[in-house]
C-alpha cells in the first residue's frame, strides 16, 4: 500500500531507491542524520540507556514496552492520518 511505504520511507525503514512514488514525489527519511527526528530519537534513546544504567541492567523489557509501544501508537496515527488527508483531498471541490 502506497501509506505503507510513504510511512516506511519517512521513518527510514527503505534504503534509498527501494521505493517509488508516483509523479516524482519525493518522500524524505526523517530520520536522517541531523534531522529532527533523528535528534529526537537519540535523546529517547540514550534515556532508555540511562534508565538501565541506573537498573543495572544491560536491557529492561519495561523499556522496551514503552518504545516499542509508541512506535506501534506513531505508526497507527501516522497511517489514520494518511487516510483523512485522502479523503479531505477528495472531498475538495
Do not use: H
Not at 9 to 24: I, Q, R, V, W, Y
Not at 29 to 46: I, P, S
Not at 54 to 75: A, F, P
Amino acid at each position: 500500500m502506497q501509506k505503507e511505504l510513504i510511512y516506511d520511507k519517512m521513518n527510514g525503514f527503505l534504503a534509498e531507491g527501494m521505493a517509488s512514488m508516483p509523479e516524482g514525489i519525493e518522500i524524505e527519511d526523517e530520520f536522517a542524520e541531523g534531522k529532527e527526528c533523528c535528534l529526537l530519537y537519540e535523546g529517547v534513546y540514550q534515556a532508555g540507556r540511562n534508565l538501565c544504567e541506573r537498573l543495572g541492567e544491560d536491557e529492561d523489557s519495561d523499556v522496551e514496552t514503552i518504545l516499542n509501544g509508541m512506535e506501534r501508537i506513531t505508526r497507527l496515527v501516522s497511517l489514520k492520518m494518511y487516510e483523512y488527508g485522502r479523503r479531505e483531498a477528495g472531498a475538495v471541490v
